[in-house]
């Protein structure tokens, strides 16, 4: 077997309206759950790549918007990804026109082609997804062994495996318009 | 006797050499990978713009003000 790099993760977008994993594409700002997706999370363009912009009338608002995206062991028969904390550093952040936070779904791990839902479906991007109660934030501490503050605990994610993460997102009503970016970090183990 | 030990002793030794590799063939060496996803977008605000028109309400110009030779009023400014 062979280690798993970065490049072999990836983050996808969701496809609320599929019925299998892996078969339709995802698009942005339409990120609902469901189903992972076969779009690749852009992060060579990451404007727009999972939210699209808050308007004016939306940050006045305070609007609330929630977005899935899928973490793929995008290995065919490798190691799997062991102990997968997943987090948002705060220095991966910009723009202070909005908070965020993000959840594990409730679903857990699945096989990217399962042909039963891989995650909570929402049908608007206000609407948030039931059931899920511990948000984190971001943090500058990078969660550790054993409390691992800040971050979620994903378990192991074997080859062709999968599971959904939720971002909040909370506009400020700031006063002055903002380009706001933020990072997910997925940290795990794998062998040699 | 002396015999004994000079024929056990190679092939204990053998077994020792051989056992090592065996154990890393079956144990890999863990290592931490970190994987990062950026996201990004805009934050909007409303702008509100605004068009100010005024005016004044004043008294008629003088020049307006009709003197017949049947009625005639003088009017002081």
Redesign the interface.
């Known amino acids: 077997m062979t280690a798993i790099v970065a490049t072999d993760v990836l983050f996808k977008l969701s496809a609320p309206n599929a019925n299998a994993g892996n078969v339709q594409a995802g698009y942005a700002g339409t990120s609902w759950g469901g189903y992972i997706s076969t779009t690749v999370l852009n992060t060579s363009l990451p404007l727009d790549n999972l939210f699209t912009d808050i308007t004016g009338p939306e940050n006045a608002a305070g609007q609330v918007d929630y977005a899935c995206v899928f973490v793929q062991n995008n290995t065919a028969g490798g190691n799997s990804m062991s102990n997968v904390i997943a987090w948002l550093p705060q220095a991966g952040i910009t723009g202070t026109g909005s908070n965020l936070a993000m959840a594990v779904d409730t679903t857990g791990v699945v096989g990217i082609n399962n042909t039963t839902p891989q995650a909570l479906v929402i049908n608007s991007s206000i609407i948030a997804p039931t059931g899920i109660n511990t948000w984190v934030v971001p943090t500058s501490t990078t969660p550790t062994s054993p409390l691992y503050t800040n971050g979620l605990q994903l378990g192991t994610i074997a080859p062709t495996q999968c599971i959904a993460l939720w971002l909040r997102r909370t506009a400020l009503n700031s006063s002055s318009p903002s380009l706001s970016s933020f990072q997910i970090e997925v940290m795990f183990s794998t062998g040699s | 006797m002396a015999g004994f030990y000079s024929l056990v002793a190679p092939s204990l030794r053998a077994l020792k050499i051989l056992w090592p590799n065996q154990q890393r063939q079956g144990n890999?060496?863990?290592?931490?990978?970190?994987?990062?996803?950026?996201?990004?977008?805009?934050?909007?605000?409303?702008?509100i713009a605004t068009a100010i028109m005024e005016w004044n309400i004043g008294m008629p110009l003088s020049s307006q003000i009709r003197q017949t030779s049947a009625d005639r009023t003088d009017f002081a400014y």
């Open positions: 890999p060496i863990p290592h931490n990978v970190t994987v990062i996803g950026t996201i990004e977008y805009n934050v909007q605000t409303n702008i």
